[in-house]
């Protein structure tokens, strides 16, 4: 079942995935351009590079935020207000789990895409078409590279806090939690996705089906449910980061997810999301 075919009303009680690709990130900077006015250029510039500090702000401050001493993050925002390029270079690694090389061409971009905003603050100098152009386009670059990982873990810390809180939601087989995580990331413009998708892998034939695939344009998340009536959560986070890991041998993803929804209370250790497989598995508890 693809993302797309849920109904009208389980569309409107699930909650919103706080997931934005980048077109609506820059749609601003998109009207702009479409202007072909060398004054709005000037103004693309500044809008495309002001949606890449506003969305390491939001999303990658709220990823540490979920993991690390909120006084201790406050701390490292304030620190680096004046200074982006330690957020992107230093802080966003740390939150997305995606390393940045300052050699790569990525971060080439960013230094060329930033000494255009700059000379457009500073001097107030024309800009031409393909600057703008070449701007916008490292901003998307840089937001398909980050938006994937920081977003997603926002994403489950919005899941369980929506699961936890809303006192109507039952789920009492496997099958209930599945369509639930469906329904919570099927609320988003950036993820497509389907269920039940088989898997084979290449060499041994093996055959399963992942429970449901989220595709962020050429980024792949597989994404497995496990329902635990009892038991401790350790356990059954281990089982699921087993079965995860397993059905990312089986395909060709860059990261998986594992939600483990439990009666009763949720161990001490697992309140948040967390990370397993040198970053590459997430893994939420939620009560039920």
Do not use: C
């Not at 990261?255 to 001490?268: C, K, S």
Request: net charge neutral; no cysteine; aromatic share 6%.
């Amino acid at each position: 079942m693809h993302l797309d075919e849920m109904t009208p009303k389980r569309r409107s009680r699930a909650h919103r995935a706080q997931l934005h690709t980048p077109e609506e990130l820059l749609d601003g900077a998109e009207e702009l351009l479409a202007l072909d006015n060398p004054t709005m250029r000037r103004a693309a510039v500044l809008e495309a590079i002001t949606a890449l500090e506003a969305f390491v702000q939001a999303a990658v401050f709220s990823s540490l935020e979920n993991r690390l001493d909120p006084l201790l993050v406050r701390w490292l925002e304030d620190k680096t207000r004046m200074d982006f390029d330690s957020r992107l270079s230093v802080l966003t690694p740390v939150a997305t789990g995606r390393p940045i090389d300052k050699a790569s061409q990525l971060w080439q971009d960013y230094k060329k895409a930033k000494t255009i905003r700059n000379k457009v603050t500073h001097s107030g100098r024309r800009v031409s078409s393909a600057e703008a152009r070449f701007v916008v386009t490292a901003v998307y670059d840089w937001l398909a590279y980050l938006g994937s990982t920081a977003e997603l873990e926002v994403a489950l810390h919005g899941l369980k806090r929506f699961v936890e809180q809303d006192k109507e939601i039952t789920i009492a087989a496997h099958s209930d939690a599945v369509r639930l995580v469906l329904e919570y990331f099927g609320q988003t413009k950036a993820a497509q996705g389907s269920l039940e998708v088989p898997l084979q892998h290449p060499e041994s034939g093996t055959r399963r089906h992942a429970d449901l695939i989220l595709s962020f344009g050429d980024y792949s998340v597989v994404v497995e449910v496990n329902f635990s009536a009892r038991g401790t959560t350790g356990r059954a986070v281990e089982a699921a980061v087993e079965q995860v890991s397993h059905m990312m041998t089986l395909s060709d993803v860059t990261a998986g997810v594992a939600v483990v929804f439990q009666r009763g209370p949720i161990e001490a250790g697992f309140e948040t999301v967390r990370r397993y497989r040198d970053g590459t598995i997430y893994v939420v508890a939620i009560r039920v």
